[in-house]
Each structure stands twice: as C-alpha cells, then as structure tokens.
C-alpha cells in the first residue's frame, strides 16, 4: 500500500468511542463457549474472550485491562500495510497502550478507560493532520 493510500485511510478514519467497558478474561479451552463475548481467541493456555464487565461480573470471571473500545472506521482493508502501525505510534507517543483488534470491516482498538478520550482525541488530530 502506498503512503497516499494510508494517508487517505487516516484522512476518512472516524473513530468511534463505545459507550461499554470491556474487559480480557481468560477461560479454559473450550469452556465458555456459550458467553456473549465479542471476541473469543483460542491459544494453547486458554481462551482469551473480550467480554463486557457486566458479563464478566455476571459470570464471576475476573479480568485483567479495563478498557474501553474505540472503533476506527477507515474501512481499511485486510492487508493494508501500516494501518495499525500509524495508530498504535501515535497512541504509544502519547503514553497509550492499546491492545488492537482488526475484523474484516472496522479495526478496534482497546485503551484502558482512564485514556479513552485522550486516545480519541490523538486519533481526531492523527486523522486531520495525517503523516
């Protein structure tokens, strides 16, 4: 992908802040199979699932990295060089970890919630001003 084109993702990048708190829980393979997650990610050790924290409280899972999620609606295609890299930097500029998920039409990015809107407002000044 050429630097224009990422330049033109960032441009037309919207992000999105969801209201909902999320948090990483792990479970043992194959055992929470029937949990609303939003994500669920199979290792050897364990799932991984992102689940909302009223799901984890309901299900007396406990969770590492309360976050909130900020959808990055670019519209970014699954093999754009760069993306990802461009946001994270600036995030991580900023002292703002995140923990990036990317589905086949939005990329999500989850911050810890006492950063959300400091990652929201780097990415709205990273989407005006890309470079």
């Known amino acids: ?11 037309r990048m919207e992000p ?20 609303p997650a939003l994500m669920r990610f ?5 799932d991984t699932l992102i689940v909302t924290e009223r799901v984890a409280a309901r299900e007396g899972l406990a969770g590492d990295f309360l976050c909130r999620r900020i959808v990055a609606k670019a519209g970014s295609p699954p093999d754009s060089v760069g993306f990802i890299a461009r946001l994270s ?13 990317s589905g086949f ?24 001003s890309p470079a």
């Open 16 to 35: 999105w802040l969801d209201p909902d708190r999320y948090l990483f829980v792990r479970a043992a393979p194959g055992t929470a199979t029937g949990l």
């Open 89 to 101: 930097g600036a995030l991580a500029d900023n002292g703002i970890a995140v923990n990036p998920v």
């Open 42 to 46: 199979r290792e050897d050790e364990a």
């Open 105 to 128: 039409s939005c990329d999500h990015l989850f911050v810890l919630e006492e950063k959300a809107q400091a990652a929201m407002d780097v990415l709205g000044e990273l989407s005006r």
């Open 1 to 11: 992908m050429a630097d224009t084109d990422l330049d033109t993702l960032l441009a």
